[in-house]
Every structure is written in structure tokens, then in C-alpha cells.
């Protein structure tokens, strides 16, 4: 059986997240589709992540793939995480983990209207809501916030904000929708650090929009793009990723005929079986990545490249801070001052040459703000220690 230590597993990682010299992604399509799909929770992050992997990259390029070409699409799917896709890979998501929080999200919402004493019958209630907002949108090709919807919707409005506390009505339907595939997150209203879209329907957005993969080749589609991007992966970090059973996780593994290799610690991964070949380490490199990176929170199993630094770069509810990389390692985090320049803040010891490359990573980051700060919701420990 095929073994893969963990400096191979790096080396995986550098090259096909397009992180290492020499491996950097053309566009962002490309770098995208290479770790499967951006986290997108926070506004900043996939601009931050693009940032990391492409040469060039510009705000503007973004802006040009997600709401003029429409070549990456936001979509809520695993473990109810929005996320940015590949247009191509959305039918695999709608069909399997989308549809999985869609089922969650409208049960959830039929109990709660019911308790709350909005309605006798939830699901009549929750199902009379959902077609209101669809026909307020059907008449909006360019689509309408939140906000507007909710103007549009008066008896959605008082309910929205009942009681003062949790989250709005409207959000949870347009979230509901969302991951049902009905609607989606489009123009963004805001600048690139915050997000306000309008809301519209996916027919408006896309054209023509395809059927959602049945699930299990929902799950297949995912896991073969996902063992290309994070591979060698175990059964558990699959489990976790996808946010499903173990036994859709075992089924797709044996759909996309994945082949079982050991990795260092006694455990058992998971290859492609046209990816079995060796992956030579690449020059020494770092990488300055934001929160919730996709590389970061691309494994559940995360030892052999965190090392024992979880609990000073996540938070409690297990949410990645910034990461600071050397040669496939977290070694720190990075923060801003008042100013905006960005410094790493390590959590190790390196060499230093590997501080030269990270203050020179910083720098070139600090150079791309031009002033502006990012903040955060789910600061690290790290982050917070000294500021």
C-alpha cells in the first residue's frame, strides 16, 4: 500500500493550492476550482484567498468572474457555509450538501414560527412566505436586498422583527431559498469587505439553470474534486468537509474508485486513482491567507500541518483565524495596526530566511490594502494576543 508522508502531503498542498512559486493560478477561475471552492462567510476572504494564489490579482477581477461573467457563484452548501463555486460543480452541491441544509433550514424554521406563535400550521406558513418572496423577485430581473424585500413583504416585516432577537425572517427564508437553489446572493450593494447583495433568482442570474445531480453523484462529484485538491484525506476530514453520514462519504469514495493509501501517524487516506503519483516538494515558500481560508479548513484532521497550534490560531467554535505559512506549516498568524500595515505574528520559531520571506509577504500584502483594514468576527487567540 502506498505511503504518503506528511512533507509529501505538503508539498501537495503547496502546489495544488497554488501557493508555492512557481504554481500560482492563472485567474480566479482556475484558482478556485483548485481547492475545490472558497470560503466566502466572510466578504473579504475570497479576495483575500485570491489574492494569495494568483499574481496580479485585482479586486476588480473578482468582481468581473462573480457578478459580470458569472463564471463563480456564491452558494450556501456543506456544513451551511456559503461558499464561492465553480459554476460547473453547482448541480453536484444542489443535489447533495445544499440539499442536505436546505431540508434542515426549512424544518427548523416550520418548528420555530410554530412555537413562537407566528402560525397554527408552520410548514402552510413557511410555504406561503417563500412563494411571496419568489413572485416579489420574478418581477425584479436585477433582484432586490434584503432590506427591500422585507418593504415589499409587510406581514414578513412584523414577524422579522418580533420579539427583537434572532435572526430576521426574511433572512432566514432568502437563506432557505438559497440553499434550495432558488435564489442567489448577486450584485453586492456594499464594497468588497461587506456584503449587501441583491437577492435574485437563479434563472435571472445564470439563464438557463441545470437540474441538481441526484445526491449520491452530488457526493461523488464533490469528493473526486475535493480527493484532486486536499488528497490524501481520511474518511473523518471527508465526513466533516462535506458536513454528511459516513455512509454517503464511504459510497462516494467507492463511486470515484478512491484508493486507500497510509499516511504518517498509522492512518488511513484516500487518493484518486489517477493521483497516485509522488509530488516533488517545491522551493521554499509562504503564504499570508485569511479567515477561513480553504486551505485551512480544508482537513479535520489538521496535525500534520497546524501542529499543536489549534488553540491559539481558532476560535472556540473552531473558525481559522489568519494564517501565516512556511514550507506547508502554520507558523503564525498576521494582523493589521491602526495604519493598516500588515506584520506576521508567529507562534514558532523559524529560520531566518523564512522571517525575510515573511516580512516580504506582509509587505507586498500591506502594499495590496493600500490602507484599507480588514476586520474579522472570528478573531484568534493570536490575533487578539497584543493588539
Known amino acids: 500500500m502506498r505511503h504518503v508522508t506528511d512533507e509529501e502531503r505538503r508539498a501537495r498542498l ?44 485585482a479586486r476588480a477581477d473578482l468582481d468581473r468572474a462573480l457578478e459580470t461573467d458569472r463564471t463563480l457563484v456564491k452558494q ?33 424554521m416550520v418548528k420555530d414560527v410554530v412555537r413562537e406563535g407566528h402560525a397554527e400550521d408552520g410548514e402552510t406558513w413557511v410555504r406561503a412566505v417563500r412563494d411571496e418572496v419568489l413572485a416579489l423577485l420574478a418581477a425584479r430581473p436585477d433582484g432586490l436586498t434584503a432590506a427591500e424585500i422585507r418593504a415589499g413583504l409587510p406581514a414578513l416585516a412584523a414577524v422579522a422583527t418580533a420579539g427583537g432577537i434572532g435572526p430576521t425572517y426574511t433572512n432566514r427564508t432568502l437563506t432557505g431559498l438559497g440553499a434550495d437553489a432558488r435564489v442567489v446572493r448577486g450584485t453586492n450593494t456594499q464594497h468588497w469587505r461587506v456584503s449587501r447583495p441583491r437577492w435574485t433568482l437563479m434563472e435571472h442570474w445564470l439563464g438557463e439553470v441545470p437540474a441538481p445531480l441526484p445526491p449520491a453523484e452530488g457526493y461523488a462529484a464533490l469528493v473526486r474534486r475535493w480527493l484532486w485538491s486536499f488528497g490524501p484525506g481520511t474518511e473523518a476530514d471527508l465526513v466533516w468537509w462535506l458536513g454528511a453520514t459516513k455512509g454517503a462519504v464511504r459510497a462516494a469514495l467507492a463511486d470515484v474508485g478512491a484508493v486507500e493509501v497510509t499516511v504518517d501517524g498509522g492512518g488511513t487516506g484516500w487518493l484518486l486513482p489517477d493521483d497516485l503519483e509522488p509530488v ?3 522551493e521554499d515558500w509562504v503564504a499570508m491567507l485569511p479567515v477561513l481560508d480553504a486551505t485551512v479548513m480544508g482537513w479535520k484532521e489538521r496535525g500534520w500541518y497546524l501542529g499543536p497550534h489549534a488553540p491559539l490560531l481558532f476560535d472556540r467554535n473552531g473558525n481559522a483565524g489568519t494564517t501565516a505559512w512556511w514550507n506547508g506549516r502554520v507558523v503564525g498568524c498576521w ?23 515573511l516580512d516580504a509577504e506582509a509587505a507586498r500584502l500591506t502594499a ?9 468576527v472570528y478573531p484568534s487567540p493570536a490575533m487578539r494576543d497584543g493588539s
Not at 495590496?368 to 474579522?376: H, M
Request: avoid cysteine; proline fraction near 8%.
Open 76 to 108: 450556501l452548501a456543506m456544513r451551511r457555509t456559503l461558499f464561492v463555486f465553480p459554476r460547473d460543480l453547482l448541480p453536484a452541491a444542489w443535489g447533495s450538501a445544499s440539499a442536505r441544509v436546505a431540508a434542515t433550514e426549512r424544518a427548523r
Open 280 to 282: 516533488a516538494a517545491p
Open 14 to 57: 503547496a502546489v495544488r493550492h497554488g501557493l508555492a512559486p512557481g504554481s500560482r493560478m492563472p485567474d480566479p477561475e482556475t484558482a478556485t476550482a483548485a481547492v475545490t471552492v472558497l470560503h466566502s462567510t466572510e466578504p473579504a476572504t475570497p479576495y483575500l484567498s485570491l489574492w494569495a494564489r494568483v499574481d496580479g490579482f
Open 335 to 357: 494582523v493589521q495596526d491602526a495604519a493598516g500595515t500588515v506584520s506576521a505574528r508567529l507562534v514558532e520559531d523559524v529560520p531566518v530566511a523564512a522571517r525575510a520571506q
Open 368 to 376: 495590496w490594502l493600500a490602507g484599507e483594514r480588514v476586520g474579522t
